[in-house]
T-cell receptor
Framework: GNSVTQMEGPVTLSEEAFLTINCTYTATGYPSLFWYVQYPGEGLQLLLKATKADDKGSNKGFEATYRKETTSFHLEKGSVQVSDSAVYFCALIPDNYGQNFVFGPGTRLSVLP | DGGITQSPKYLFRKEGQNVTLSCEQNLNHDAMYWYRQDPGQGLRLIYYSQIVNDFQKGDIAEGYSVSREKKESFPLTVTSAQKNPTAFYLC????????????FGQGTRLTVV
């Protein structure tokens, strides 16, 4: 079946540090891949997405590249800020009609000043 | 502005009572979803609907019920049969086929007192 695996958290970084959150997936075909962010007490917001192999999604300094050969979609940011503290979810939607979204378990990021 | 609205943001229920959570979207999306999120956990699918007057059980449907009488609305009822209903509930919607992102509401935090 389809699944998403993320690195376990929490991840604690100092401000301006480099961030990587690993995400790997299992799915047939060519799923679309997403990173969502959730701030405390709120819903999920789309951070970035990629719909085909080698696509790079980017937003607010965050980037992730769709790697079909390694079935990965790792999230990176060159310099994190305190305001980036949140929970990050990797997700996919399979490319065959009628399938539902599959979410990873989430990774909590805390950025210290 | 288009979006998806959940209400109320906080809800308290006595044990043994049913309670209904509201979810409305004006994005003209065909598909709507309900997820449950427990502290420090990922999202679990409760129910989803791809068309008016039709819905399907997700992974944890027991103790919940839904209706989809209008395209814009997908209310969730948490019944007294749900053994542990205290959680954060998230509603989402997407186009069909779901090849692009799901949009989320702000969530409803339900507490049984």
């Amino acid at each position: 079946g389809n699944s998403v695996t993320q690195m376990e958290g929490p991840v604690t970084l100092s401000e301006e540090a480099f961030l990587t959150i690993n995400c790997t997936y299992t799915a047939t075909g060519y799923p679309s891949l997403f990173w969502y962010v959730q701030y405390p007490g709120e819903g999920l917001q789309l951070l970035l997405k990629a719909t085909k192999a080698d696509d790079k999604g980017s937003n607010k300094g965050f980037e992730a590249t769709y790697r079909k050969e390694t079935t990965s979609f790792h999230l990176e940011k060159g310099s994190v800020q305190v305001s980036d503290s949140a929970v990050y979810f990797c997700a996919l939607i399979p490319d065959n009609y009628g399938q539902n979204f599959v979410f990873g378990p989430g990774t909590r990021l805390s950025v210290l000043p | 502005d288009g979006g998806i609205t959940q209400s109320p943001k906080y809800l308290f229920r006595k044990e043994g009572q049913n309670v209904t959570l509201s979810c409305e979207q004006n994005l003209n999306h065909d598909a709507m979803y309900w997820y449950r999120q427990d502290p420090g956990q990922g999202l679990r699918l409760i129910y989803y609907s791809q068309i008016v007057n039709d819905f399907q059980k997700g992974d944890i449907a027991e103790g919940y019920s839904v209706s989809r009488e209008k395209k814009e609305s997908f209310p969730l009822t948490v019944t007294s049969a749900q053994k542990n209903p205290t959680a954060f509930y998230l509603c989402a919607s997407s186009i069909l086929p779901a090849t692009t992102e799901a949009f989320f509401g702000q969530g409803t935090r339900l507490t049984v007192v």
